[in-house]
Nanobody, 125 residues
Framework: QEQLVESGGGLVQAGGSLTLSCATS????????MGWFRQAPGKEREFVAA????????NYADSVKARFTISRGSAKNTVYLQMNRLKPEDTAVYYC??????????????????WGQGTQVTVSS
């Protein structure tokens, strides 16, 4: 069973920044598109960002565009989500996911094959 392990969540004030990390195996990192989703209390899990296998294509939800950046760090088989200008409405559990569709355009939960355990991000006002 492939593993995705998130880290980097925490408590931050509105306007601040956090960087989430997602570590995985070399096989997943090199052959799957990677994405980030989030789930706030009482809400459905929603797409945040995705990056293609090569890192050449990225895709963002409108709500985070221009504030969040997804990237790949090949040396450590890790995907990052840099989150800037955070807002209270960004508060959620953030999940890393891997998609065999190998495309950053995939935004549905069902397009993703493997999931991490999630990391909590709390933004205070």
């Amino acid at each position: 069973q492939e593993q995705l392990v998130e880290s980097g969540g925490g408590l931050v004030q509105a306007g601040g920044s956090l960087t989430l990390s997602c570590a995985t195996s070399g096989r997943i990192f090199s052959t799957y598109a990677m994405g980030w989703f989030r789930q706030a209390p009482g809400k459905e899990r929603e797409f945040v960002a995705a990056i293609s296998t090569t890192g050449g294509t990225t895709n963002y939800a409108d709500s985070v565009k221009a504030r969040f950046t997804i990237s790949r760090g090949s040396a450590k088989n890790t995907v990052y989500l840099q989150m800037n200008r955070l807002k209270p409405e960004d508060t959620a559990v953030y999940y890393c996911a891997a998609s065999s569709w190998n495309s950053a355009s995939r935004t549905a939960r069902t397009d993703y094959n493997y999931w991490g355990q999630g990391t909590q991000v709390t933004v205070s006002s």
